[in-house]
Each structure stands twice: as C-alpha cells, then as structure tokens.
C-alpha cells in the first residue's frame, strides 16, 4: 500500500545492551529495527523496545522489540519510532498513557479539539491522555519518536476518558 515508490523509509539502527551469565553488560542486540509495521496509508513505525511491567524488569532475556503490543501496554512502556509521510492517512486517537515524543526529522502538525500546533525536528511533545491526530502538510517525511508510559485514564466532569481510536 506504499504511494510514490517511497518504500519503508523506515531504517532504525538498534542497539540494546544486557548482561551475560556472569553479570558482565554486553551488547546483545545491533541492528536494523525488522519489525516494521503500518496501520494505515503513508505511515511506518517500529517497535525498539517495550516493557509488561512498571518499574520494568532488566533481568530478563526476552526481546522487548519483539513482544506483541498494542499502540500502548497497559502495565509497561513502549518505545516507538513513527514515520508520517505527506498526507498520511489521519487518526484520531487518544490512549491510557503519557506519551513523550521527539521529532528526530522533518515537521508535523498535531492536532487537537481546540488547537494545532506545528513541531520541527528537535522539538518535544507530552501527550497526556488527549484526543489528538497527526497530520504531515509539508513535502518531506518526519520521524518522531515515542516513549508511552502506561497512564490512569483521565477523569474530568465525573466521566472516565479512555482510550479511543
């Protein structure tokens, strides 16, 4: 379903250090992000890494890039890298997390009910629990990286905001 013959633009070096049996840090992952997946036209992300608990746990083997996720896990963290391409599909969404995210290249717009705000490459965004959607205007694709930490839904005017989309 790729356009324009862009292909997966998406080509993440990751590197993920351990221990060995003796309790020594070693490197025990190098290498191009393999799981890259798209949910919709002219967008890409991978998953780096991701946790089933908090505080999570570092003595496990399990590679955490390669457990199944949702777009959240409701008891750990997922570290994500998203590719938007120029008019990329939209989707508005909200998730049960605090979202941090780094524009690693390009510019995006994210939306929300009552505003749009335009990000550039180095810019940083918290989501807290609100509806929003990406959209890329521009000519050139943006990379953002993001770190969803699982949340408590939001409460407001006595009603539960939980995750749509």
């Avoid at 798209?38 to 991701?50: A, D, G, L």
């Avoid at 505003?115 to 180095?122: P, S």
Wanted: proline share 5%; hydrophobic share 35%; glycine share 12%.
């Amino acid at each position: 379903s790729h356009q324009g013959g862009e292909g997966m633009a998406l080509k993440i070096r990751r590197v993920v250090t351990g221990h060995d049996d003796n309790g020594r840090a070693v490197i025990t992952t190098d290498e191009v992000c393999k799981n890259v997946m798209s949910r919709r036209p002219k967008h890409e992300s991978c998953v780096v890494w991701s946790t089933g608990s908090f505080p999570a746990d570092n003595s496990g083997t399990e590679d955490g890039g390669l457990r199944p996720v949702a777009t959240t896990d409701p008891n750990g963290t997922v570290f994500r890298i998203g590719v938007y391409h120029p008019g990329v599909a939209p989707r508005n969404h909200r998730t049960e997390s605090i979202d941090y995210a780094i524009v690693l290249s390009g510019e995006i717009d994210m939306e929300i009910d009552g505003a749009i705000v335009h990000l550039r490459t180095g810019d940083v965004l918290v989501q807290r629990g609100t509806i929003h959607n990406w959209t890329n205007p521009g000519t050139e694709p943006c990379v953002v990286a993001f770190v969803l930490v699982a949340a408590k839904p939001v409460e407001r005017a006595g009603k539960l905001l939980g995750a749509i989309g």
